[in-house]
């Protein structure tokens, strides 16, 4: 888990949330009032709040407004002494991101779908990485306009689109890449915005060296090749899904 928690007031603005997370490298604050704990603000609360209506390409509203107008009141709580396994299916069942962990009733730490990486790299985990890999959903093209991309994810309801160019991966564009590129005109190409921060590995590479590269170079996923051509991708959640199954 990742410890200290890190914490944020209600009234604190959505702006200050999303500056903490980067500056803590964390994907969550826990909200808190004295000694209570309100609830949770992910980074993806901060994006659906600063990016504007997708039609436009500045975020002209939600910066100001208060954490608490935007944080998850029902956390999901595991006990620090749990297994990360069970924590694991825990998260995927809740279709949360990350979990609180606790003892006697007080958050001591957050576990994130990015910590069952690390786990899978120190339990050493053999499966070969075609195993547990995702087909691949959803491409544009490097050249296609930044407002474009956003429309088409929001249609798909989906949030991360891996960028090509002619047969070959270049980038990808998620929640991150989308709260980065809020400031950036709508016509502008999708390059400008996406990430370059992913790994390509062959199929038959074993799990845990896969997650001992995806920790140490902090990449956003992993692309999978068989003989030479994408064969999925492996996301935090792939990892995660895979530690679940131990439960």
Same mark, same amino acid.
Do not use: K
């Given at each position: 888990?990742?410890? $200290?928690?890190?914490?944020?007031?209600?009234?604190?603005?959505?702006?200050?949330?999303?500056?903490?997370?980067?500056?803590?490298?964390?994907?969550?604050?826990?909200?808190?009032?004295?000694?209570?704990?309100?609830?949770?603000?992910?980074?993806?609360?901060?994006?659906?709040?600063?990016?504007?209506?997708?039609?436009?390409?500045?975020?002209?509203?939600?910066?100001?407004?208060?954490?608490?107008? !935007?944080?998850?009141?029902?956390?999901?709580?595991?006990?620090?002494?749990?297994?990360?396994?069970?924590?694991?299916?825990?998260?995927?069942?809740?279709?949360?991101?990350?979990?609180?962990?606790?003892?006697?009733?007080?958050?001591?730490?957050?576990?994130?779908?990015?910590?069952?990486?690390?786990?899978?790299?120190? &339990? !050493?985990?053999?499966?070969?990485?075609?195993?547990?890999?995702?087909?691949?959903?959803?491409?544009?093209?490097?050249?296609?306009?930044?407002?474009?991309?956003?429309?088409?994810?929001?249609?798909?309801?989906?949030?991360?689109?891996?960028?090509?160019?002619?047969?070959?991966?270049?980038?990808?564009?998620? $929640?991150?890449?989308? &709260?980065?590129?809020?400031?950036?005109?709508?016509?502008?190409?999708?390059?400008?915005?996406?990430?370059?921060?992913?790994?390509?590995?062959?199929?038959?590479?074993?799990?845990?060296?896969?997650?001992?590269?995806?920790?140490?170079?902090?990449?956003?996923?992993?692309?999978?090749?068989?003989?030479?051509?994408?064969?999925?991708?492996?996301?935090?959640?792939?990892?995660?899904?895979?530690?679940?199954?131990?439960?």
């Amino acid at each position: 888990m990742t410890a $200290p928690v890190r914490t944020i007031g209600p009234d604190d603005s959505l702006a200050v949330a999303g500056e903490l997370l980067g500056g803590y490298g964390v994907s969550s604050l826990l909200v808190v009032e004295g000694d209570r704990t309100l609830g949770v603000v992910t980074r993806t609360d901060v994006i659906d709040e600063m990016v504007d209506d997708l039609g436009t390409p500045l975020p002209v509203r939600g910066g100001e407004a208060p954490v608490a107008s !935007r944080m998850t009141r029902n956390l999901i709580r595991v006990g620090a002494a749990s297994s990360i396994f069970t924590a694991c299916r825990t998260m995927l069942e809740a279709e949360v991101h990350q979990v609180v962990a606790t003892e006697a009733d007080r958050p001591v730490g957050v576990l994130s779908r990015s910590d069952a990486v690390a786990a899978a790299r120190d &339990l !050493r985990l053999d499966d070969p990485l075609a195993e547990c890999a995702t087909r691949i959903a959803f491409t544009v093209t490097a050249e296609q306009p930044i407002g474009e991309v956003r429309r088409l994810l929001g249609r798909a309801e989906i949030g991360t689109a891996l960028v090509v160019d002619g047969n070959f991966a270049v980038g990808v564009f998620g $929640p991150r890449e989308q &709260l980065g590129a809020r400031d950036l005109a709508p016509d502008r190409p999708i390059e400008w915005a996406m990430s370059s921060a992913f790994l390509v590995l062959p199929a038959r590479l074993p799990i845990h060296r896969a997650a001992a590269q995806f920790v140490a170079t902090r990449a956003a996923f992993v692309l999978v090749q068989r003989d030479g051509l994408p064969a999925g991708v492996l996301t935090a959640t792939d990892f995660c899904r895979r530690l679940a199954r131990l439960a």
